[in-house]
């Protein structure tokens, strides 16, 4: 039997983009020891305060089936955190609870697009995007970001592709690149999304991890809250990956429409994950800022690494878990450069053509390794990069 058009093209041009990673987890698998500085997972667990949270709440019975918005205390403390930071008045009824942040994007396209409508997304993007539109029967269209202009999306770029669509996915701070929209980008941004009358989706799921400026969410500027779809998750802050728990923040009668599309879909999150999820964000900004401080860290010890030598030119990572390299001095792409340094020294990166056109020639590092480990890598990249520019010139 033929499975659908739908889910058989989901990948577009058939190339998932994760070509790389299968080979480092096949050689891992054949017992050659990889650096593995691919995925955006933390190198800690999820703390044992939280696992245990989640025990607990399982033991006390919490194990039928759970609210499908999400428990109440949940959506109340997300609903309250979000006011806090945004300063958008906002109630458990503009909030659902999700299996992680992916599902809600999934969600937020389900209910901003009909069958065939228009999706923009900026390029570089993470690795799902397209597909994520596809899956919903929408038509993804890439805006490219320049590596050029810091990977900043360029609001007239934004207009251009804007007529005949119904939507739009920014993600700041960004997922690979590492850019937080400045405020200017972001105003010129809400303008054109008014302007075309396009529903706002903002994955907002590294707001943790900022270095650099301040993480604006759209949703507080002018005439937003009513178009946009705010996307966040416990996967990054709270190095709760497995755990699947994340929420979309909507106007609330997109919310109601949610619902029922979470009912006839996932039917929620485990309770005793939602219970899990409220007692990790009760911990508090303390503990969001010892997640992410391993990657602030990091990335200084790269962008330092890099600012000794030519070859490699870093785009410096505003925020996020990941650095950005342009390697095009090497004459390579970045699936050639990523796919050598693999082979030969067992170093495994994203090459950028996994994230789109305009990340062609650039390799995404994620630095989800201890420190020496991450410097000892990127010391042997930059090292092999030298060589391949010293072939080129
Ligand atoms: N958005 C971005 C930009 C991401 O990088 C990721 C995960 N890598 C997600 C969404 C999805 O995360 P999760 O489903 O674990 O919340």
């Known amino acids: 039997m033929r499975p659908s058009r739908r ?8 190339d998932d983009g994760w070509g790389l990673f299968v080979a480092a987890r096949r050689m891992i698998d054949a017992g050659t ?3 593995e500085l691919t995925i955006g997972e933390h190198d800690i ?6 696992i245990e949270a989640m025990q607990a709440s399982a033991m006390a019975g919490n194990t039928g089936y759970a609210m499908v918005p999400g428990i109440d205390a949940l959506r109340d403390h997300v609903a309250e955190r979000v006011t806090a930071r945004s300063g958008v008045a906002t109630t458990r009824d503009n ?9 809600a994007l999934f969600m937020a396209h389900h209910a901003a697009c009909d069958e065939g409508d228009r999706a923009l997304y900026i390029d570089p993007y993470y690795a799902t995007y397209p597909g994520t539109i596809r899956s919903v029967g929408a038509v993804p269209v890439a805006v490219q970001a320049q590596s050029a202009k810091g990977f900043q999306p360029d609001p007239d770029d934004i207009a251009a592709a804007a007529p005949g669509a119904r939507a739009l996915l920014i993600n700041s701070p960004n997922n690979p690149t590492g850019a937080i929209y400045s405020d200017e980008t972001m105003r010129g941004i809400a303008r054109v999304v008014r302007d075309h009358d396009l529903w706002l989706i903002s994955d907002e799921v590294y707001d943790t991890q900022v270095w650099e400026g301040h993480h604006i969410s759209p949703r507080s500027l002018p005439g937003m809250a009513e178009r946009t779809l705010q996307i966040g998750s416990l996967s990054k802050s709270h190095a709760m990956t497995g755990s699947r728990c ?8 997109v919310t109601e429409d949610l619902i029922q599309l979470a009912t006839n879909t996932n039917y929620g999150v485990a309770g005793f ?17 010892e997640v992410a401080a391993p990657f602030r860290r990091r990335r200084d010890i790269v962008l330092d690494l890099v600012g000794r030598q030519q070859a490699v030119r870093a785009i410096p990572a ?41 990340a062609a020639g650039h390799i995404r590092v994620a630095l989800t390794v201890e420190d020496e480990r991450l410097r000892e890598a990127v010391a042997v990249l930059l090292e092999f990069a030298g060589t391949m520019a010293g072939e080129q010139a």
């Open 246 to 253: 994340g929420w979309i923040v909507a106007p609330e009668a």
């Open 318 to 358: 505003q925020g996020a878990m990941y650095a950005m390299l342009d390697i095009r001095a090497t004459g390579m792409s970045g699936e050639a450069f990523a796919f050598a340094l693999l082979e030969q020294h067992h170093i495994a990166v994203m090459p950028g053509e996994s994230f789109g056109q305009a």
């Open 33 to 35: 020891p990889v650096v």
């Open 273 to 289: 994950v939602q219970s899990a999820g409220l007692f990790a964000l009760e911990l508090g900004a303390d503990f969001e800022a």
């Open 45 to 50: 667990g999820t703390d044992a305060r939280i």
């Open 95 to 103: 909030v659902m609870i999700t299996p992680g942040g992916q599902a």
């Open 7 to 14: 889910i058989s093209t989901l990948n577009g041009d058939g």
